[in-house]
């Protein structure tokens, strides 16, 4: 895949439901294929990219995991120096930004936090009511907690 520039979008949770075995992504960066994480909402319930970076660290621990128990088990030799499957924050926090601009072949410097790179974000405002949280948490996903005359209201 390295070779032909195939670039991958791994999405943990879309993968875990679609697919009969997790992404081998360890194997993946270790062969220099572009992978950037992403979200599905067609496989998933989320378009949260910090939830997608949970769910890599999660899945690549579990692969770890089973590797070790199938060592101990084995009547063979335990494998010594072997990197692990897992893959930490800094790992996922990378594929979440710069691994996925260099997978889309965006612009140098896209997805560092540098001076003068091209920068994306979202701002997100906070409701300091716990009353307004709480409504907030029990609320239907249809509808939308709008400002309207400097009050919150919801609205569909």
Partial sequence: MHKAGTAIAHCPLSNVYFSARPFKLREALQAQVLVGLGTDIAGGY?????????QAVIVS????N????????????KED?????AINWKEALYLATRG???ALRLPEGTGTFAVGAP???QQSGFIHDALYATTLANKSHSQRLRPRSGNWHWST
């Avoid at 989320?46 to 949970?54: E, G, H, K, L, P």
């Avoid at 120096?81 to 499957?85: A, P, V």
Wanted: proline share 0%; charged share 35%.
């Fill in 119 to 121: 920068f994306d974000a």
């Fill in 81 to 85: 120096g072997k990197e692990s499957l």
């Fill in 46 to 54: 989320s378009v949260d990219i910090m939830s997608a970076m949970r």
């Fill in 100 to 102: 996925g601009a260099t």
């Fill in 66 to 77: 089973d590797r070790v128990v199938a060592q101990s088990s084995a009547t063979e030799k």
């Fill in 61 to 64: 621990r579990m692969r770890e």
